[in-house]
């Protein structure tokens, strides 16, 4: 192993920082499908507003946060509307929604519907294939009232503008990372894209000293909060959300470029963190709670930065985990042993 300080070293990452920006830049979205997107959401929306006037259509997840990869799937939550006495203007479950709304699709639209009304979070799956009118496969998810998803939406947009360019490169090239290995599938017992993204937000958060990026959740307010920015449903959903005043006021120390954070990133993951004696809890104020065996007892263990013992990678199974690590591994000895390697052929294999 070459060391991993010294001008040499640093040519080496800053050459991987270019190569892997240089990967990901033709697989970011367009305008255009973007602008398909949201044409979608408004259609889906009226449609909405028809089974419940006054509803709004939010989307959430990576179409909102800034970690989209071309061809993404949408997340989008359906926000009941009120009528003028403040009275929702629908009393339908969510399981009767899934089933209405989604009736609703199937005759107005030519997407492809597949309501889930007894799914632990009841959702309608919709989508559509390309045509040569609209050349972007669309895959939408409608859910109800998932406001906490709306609220760790805007806690990851915010992160993502305090660093713009580390944290979003990061996470994207690790969201096409574990997407082409085959660690990002939670229904065969590895972990969804947002758990990997908390990986990273910890991993600069905590685990990188000085820091990359401050904890937002621990910032004092600056501004007097309303009682429905504090909590929701029972969960402390309190953030510094005065992204511009943070970016005036706050500058990271660390100077680390791409290339170091993730082979430190997969060196960290690999060797250094106790997956039997900790849980990550980017809320906390060193990042970690230990594992007590009742609440905690899966393989990995993610806490969600505002449901409280609620396991992010509670999908992850002992055979995934013990994938992913071994990934991490192998990803960590590529990216250290790189010696006169031309790296884009690294990326490409390491992929
Ligand atoms: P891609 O779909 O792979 O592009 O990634 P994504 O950024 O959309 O992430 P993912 O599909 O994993 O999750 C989408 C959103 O769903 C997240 O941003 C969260 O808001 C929400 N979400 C996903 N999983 C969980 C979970 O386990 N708990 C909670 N509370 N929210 C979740
Ligand atoms: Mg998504």
Known sequence: NQAQSGPQWERHTTELTNCIVAFLSPILPTEEEYRIKEATRRQLERLANRVSPGSKLLAFGSMANGFALRNSDMDLCCLIGKGPDGQPTTHHTASELVEILGQLIREETDFTVMPLPKARIPIIKINRSPTTDLPYEIACDIGFENRLALENTRLLLSYAMVDPTRLRTLVLFLKVWTKR????????????????????????????????????????????????????????????????TLRKEWSSQNTDNVGELLVDFFRYFSKEFSYARDVISLKSENGLIPK???????????????????NVSRTVTKDGLYTIRGEFMRASRYLTNMRGQKISVLIAELC
């Open 181 to 244: 290995r085959k660690l990002n599938s939670p229904y065969m017992g590895t972990l969804s894209s947002y758990g990997y993204t908390l990986l990273v937000l910890y991993f600069l958060t905590h685990v990188k000293k000085p820091a990359v990026l401050p904890n937002l959740q621990r910032l004092p307010p600056t501004r007097p909060m309303k009682p429905d920015e504090m909590e929701l449903n029972g969960n402390n959903i309190y953030f510094y959300d005065d992204v511009a």
């Open 292 to 310: 007590d065996g009742k609440t905690w007892n899966a393989e990995l263990c993610i806490e969600d930065p505002f449901q409280a013992g609620y």
